[in-house]
């Protein structure tokens, strides 16, 4: 496998795009993607308004590639790291002076299109916006929980910015002031357990991963309360009992990937003492996940 491949068919927007408003700042729509065909033509539609759609694609088995060169978005093809890496890559390839990230799960609504448009025809004095995200699980909309307190920076200035350099759930940096948008994205981050199931592997392995990095390590303590302090937070204190049985399932998943997270950082622990008796080193001083 190649790690980039650019694809000499794609044009780098819709025929149907609407023209740009005069006076508007021209922006462009990046889109990850891997084997993303469910997702991705609602995703595309709702990026029409962008001067360029560049979908970065992680070498999808399915029809992702197809669905994107359809919709005359630019295509390039460049291997996975992870979620940073792959966008700091991605993002000096966009054309444009601004950048507006989104997930092949998630939509723009017309609101927050009106919103995009209303900042970048004026002087937006910003590096970087943040928007609200409404996230749904298995159709339904999550209202508690903390899941309802979502932000995310996802506009920004291309030059100006880039994801930290961490393994899972990196934030933007931005050489500049912040400001915040008011209309959400969409996100439909939970569609069945089939598509979620690998989801929740990766990510617990990328955090177990940054967490020994960062030199964590779990015992006993960790695996056994962390998973109940999430449950606590999320389904008491953060009132996630409100959504129902919906609230209780999304409850436990979360408590469930934190032990996921534990006991693979409780496990790369032990390989890691184990790596450094047969050398005869010491072992290494490490802080305790608390």
């Not at 002076?97 to 997930?103: F, G, M, Q, S």
């Not at 569609?191 to 990766?202: D, T, V």
């Not at 030199?215 to 962390?226: E, M, V």
């Not at 999430?230 to 408590?255: E, I, P, Q």
Request: glycine residues 8%; charged residues 25%.
């Amino acid at each position: 496998m190649t790690p980039f491949r650019a694809d000499p068919y794609s044009r780098g927007m819709s025929d149907e795009a609407a023209p740009r408003p005069a006076g508007r700042a021209a922006v462009t729509a990046l889109i990850p993607t891997f084997n993303e065909q469910e997702t991705l033509p609602d995703c595309l539609e709702s990026v029409r308004f962008c001067d360029e759609i560049l979908v970065v694609d992680s070498f999808s088995t399915d029809g992702t590639l197809r669905i994107a060169r359809a919709a005359r978005a630019r295509v390039l093809e460049h291997e996975y790291v992870n979620s940073a890496t792959q966008k700091n890559w991605a993002i000096p390839q966009a054309m444009h002076p601004w950048v507006l990230v989104v997930d092949a799960d998630e939509r723009v609504t017309p609101e927050l299109r009106q919103e995009i448009e209303a900042v970048l025809a004026g002087e937006p004095g910003k590096a970087a916006f943040s928007i609200p995200r409404v996230n749904y699980f298995l159709g339904r909309e999550v209202r508690h929980g903390g899941w309802e307190a979502d932000r995310v920076t996802r506009l920004f200035q291309r030059d100006r910015c880039r994801y930290e350099d961490r393994q899972v759930h990196a934030e933007v940096r931005a050489d500049g002031p912040m400001g915040a948008l008011q209309s959400p994205l969409l996100h439909f981050t939970f569609r069945s357990w089939e598509q979620y199931w690998p989801k929740i592997q990766k990510y617990s392995d990328w955090g177990a991963m940054q967490a020994f990095k960062d030199g964590q390590r779990a015992g006993r303590a960790s695996i056994l309360l962390r998973p109940l302090g999430r449950f606590l937070k999320m389904y008491v204190l953060r009132l996630g009992f409100l959504d129902g049985t919906h609230g209780a399932v999304l409850s436990l998943l979360a408590a469930f990937s934190v032990y996921l997270k534990y006991a693979k950082l409780w496990q790369l622990g032990l390989d890691g003492a184990a790596a450094s008796g047969a050398r005869g080193e010491a072992p290494r001083r490490t802080t305790p996940a608390p």
